[in-house]
């Protein structure tokens, strides 16, 4: 990776960007040494050495599950040698990034729902760059962690506005990007590529950061859809903000481009919710449920005119959310309901309609309540947080 020369562009961001934490010094120091072609690791051994936080972070990280650690490093030399001087370039930059953005135990519910997607993102882009053998995938890791730095950002200038723009409901037709473009006068692809040019990062990541809202037939590199399909799976599956509702079409795009199949989709999001521990160990970032995760059990009565069983990445969004599931024919009305259970209609329900209940629909890309029938109508690919929607909805 090259680093990006920095350019100083005039406008209204500019005394914002500069009013936020610098990344630590020895970041552009490891950028310049790593760019020169007769660097060794003995070269990066020495600049990360003068930084000993940073130091000790990057050998608990070489002896991490993370990178399938086999034995105890001790020496910053053996470190480098172990994971390659691109691999500790983007690790030094990431590290960098926890000390100056990452959520602490006593930093708000709305930092730390970001900080949790943008790690969440950054372990799918992990996941699917091995799956689809990227070549660097230590930098689909990191481009996963900065995509959303924007948000980070404005939340740090403006912590009241930022919640403000998170509580508008996604359903009401207004994107999140106008909404903070109407509170901070730019959303935050705009400031995520400023912040990164200011601090002097490559522009391939500062491409990812502008870019990754665009939809993925229209991303120029694999690492673009890389993390497009990080994010909106990691939004899918429940982490971070409400802000999509059920698998937006950038989503099925960049799958596309990637060549990634259904059984591959499920594979990476069985195996996300360990590696997202796993990087979360690795940043010295402590675990912890979602905000706004449900943990309350029950049941899912799933209701279709055969009596078919959800699909594989239904039942995953299912369980993921604690619940249970039964499958039941349209044609015969459930029995033995309780309080707990959501019922789901797959087909149109039967009149009257059983109150309250859910029901998908292939072409919506919105969710909507009618109170007067009791009725949730939601997406057919719906995400973890329709489904925690219209069960909060529906208990009312």
């Known amino acids: 990776m090259v680093a990006a020369q920095t350019t100083s562009r005039p406008g209204p961001l500019t005394g ?11 970041v552009p120091e490891i950028l310049r040494v790593a760019a020169r072609s007769d660097a060794c690791a003995a070269d990066l051994a020495e600049v990360i050495d003068r930084d000993p936080a940073i130091a000790g972070k ?4 070489a002896n991490s599950p993370f ?3 086999a034995n105890d490093i001790t020496d910053t030399t053996r470190a480098v040698v172990r994971l390659g001087i691109t691999t500790i370039q983007n690790l030094v930059i990431g590290l960098g990034t926890a000390d100056a953005f990452g959520a602490g135990p006593a930093s708000s519910p709305a930092h730390r729902n970001l900080w949790h997607h943008a790690v969440a993102t950054a372990a799918a882009a992990d996941l699917v760059a091995r799956r689809v053998r990227y070549h660097r995938p230590e930098e689909a890791l ?7 730095i924007g948000q980070l950002a404005m939340l740090m200038w403006n912590a009241d506005a930022f919640e403000e723009v998170s509580r508008d409901d996604p359903s009401n037709g207004t994107g999140f990007l106008t909404r903070e473009r109407r509170r901070f006068g730019s959303d935050h692809t705009e400031v995520g590529d400023r912040l990164l040019e200011h601090w002097g990062l490559p522009d391939v990541l500062r491409v990812v950061a502008r870019d990754h809202h665009r939809r993925g037939s229209d991303a120029k590199s694999d690492l673009l859809s890389l993390v497009i399909f990080a994010d909106t799976l990691s939004h899918h599956l429940g982490i971070g903000f409400d802000f999509t509702v059920g698998w937006p079409e950038r989503g099925r795009d ?6 990634l199949s259904s059984d591959a989709l499920m594979e990476i999001a069985a195996a996300l919710p360990n590696h997202v521990r796993a990087a979360e160990q690795m940043l010295g970032q402590r675990h912890r449920r979602p905000d706004g995760a449900t943990a309350r059990g029950g049941r899912v009565r799933w209701v279709s005119r055969g009596g078919e069983a959800p699909s594989p990445m239904h039942q995953f969004m299912i369980e993921s959310e604690g619940l249970a599931w039964v499958s039941e024919s349209s044609s015969e009305p459930p029995s033995d309901r309780n309080g ?7 087909d149109a329900p039967p009149e009257p309609i059983p109150n309250p209940c859910v029901l998908l629909e292939p072409d919506r890309h919105d969710r909507r309540y009618e109170p007067g029938r009791g009725l949730c109508r939601i997406p057919f690919n719906f995400s973890a947080f329709d489904l925690r929607w219209a069960r909060e909805v529906l208990s009312r």
């Open 254 to 259: 960049a799958m596309a481009a990637l060549g």
């Open 58 to 61: 990057v050998l608990r990280v």
């Open 340 to 346: 707990d259970d959501l019922l789901v209609f797959v």
């Open 67 to 69: 990178f399938g650690a």
């Open 16 to 26: 914002r960007i500069e009013s936020l934490p610098p990344l630590p010094r020895v």
């Open 142 to 148: 990191l481009a996963g962690l900065l995509h959303d």
